[in-house]
């Protein structure tokens, strides 16, 4: 019972580099989210995926991308990393309606440092 | 955007006692719902509680509990009987009719042996 997997667990990437994070789902969920968790500041939504094919903006967008593979991979690029994408980067499944809406899955999160 | 705040970045409580965690939040919405979750040092986000709007029952989950008061936008979590491995980082979270939801900027909950 994996649940939530994210690949790579930790990653150094220079100014300018792109990079894709990884994450898939064994639970058969509909909805995949994508977080930034910084100091003092929470969890933000960078991107959600309500169901296969579909993705939308959450809080912070600017600077990524997502791809709805299929139903089990949701993943998160960077296409050319800046210092201010340093951050613990969580990927999180949910359910169907009614206990959608909130991711209660995460993986374990990317740490990701830009230099 | 809705908001969610929680005005104690830090809390401790001695082993066995109660403490209570706060959690305010800013809404025109009325049917919506509100979470804690627990991040402990192992970064993994585990849901604690959950409490639907419309419920106006306070939601229980063992030694967990919630205060909701719909009226003043308020959800606390109370913790009874602190065990060591209840220490971590908690937060409040809120969504609403859309597929977005706001977390709070956590609690750090320190346990005191």
Same mark, same amino acid.
């Given at each position: 019972? *994996?649940?939530?997997?994210? #690949?790579? &667990?930790?990653? %150094? ?7 894709? @994070? ?27 995926? *309500?169901?296969?094919?579909? #993705?939308? &903006?959450?809080? %912070? ?7 709805? @593979? ?46 | ?113």
């Amino acid at each position: 019972n *994996a649940g939530v997997t994210q #690949t790579p &667990k930790f990653q %150094v990437l220079k100014t300018g580099q792109s990079m894709t @994070l990884q994450c898939a789902q064994d639970m058969n969920h509909n909805s995949m989210y994508w977080y930034r968790q910084d100091p003092g500041m929470g969890l933000r939504l960078i991107y959600y995926s *309500a169901s296969e094919g579909t #993705t939308d &903006k959450g809080e %912070v967008p600017n600077g990524y991308n997502v791809s709805r @593979l299929n139903k089990r991979e949701f993943s998160l690029r960077l296409e050319s990393a800046a210092p201010s994408q340093t951050s613990v980067y969580f990927c999180a499944s949910s359910e169907q309606p009614p206990v959608a809406r909130l991711p209660q899955h995460f993986g374990d999160g990317t740490r990701l440092s830009i230099l | 955007a809705q908001t969610v705040t929680q005005s104690q970045p830090e809390m401790s409580v001695q082993e066995a006692e109660t403490v209570t965690l706060s959690c305010t939040y800013d809404t025109s919405e009325s049917d919506y719902y509100l979470f804690w979750y627990k991040q402990p040092p192992s970064r993994q986000m585990i849901l604690v509680i959950r409490q639907e709007a419309y419920k106006q029952q306070n939601a229980t989950e063992n030694r967990f509990s919630v205060n909701f008061q719909k009226a003043a936008k308020s959800f606390s979590l109370k913790i009874s009987d602190s065990q060591l491995g209840d220490a971590a980082m908690y937060f409040c979270a809120y969504v609403g009719t859309g597929n977005q939801f706001y977390f709070g900027t956590g609690t750090s909950l320190t346990v005191i042996p």
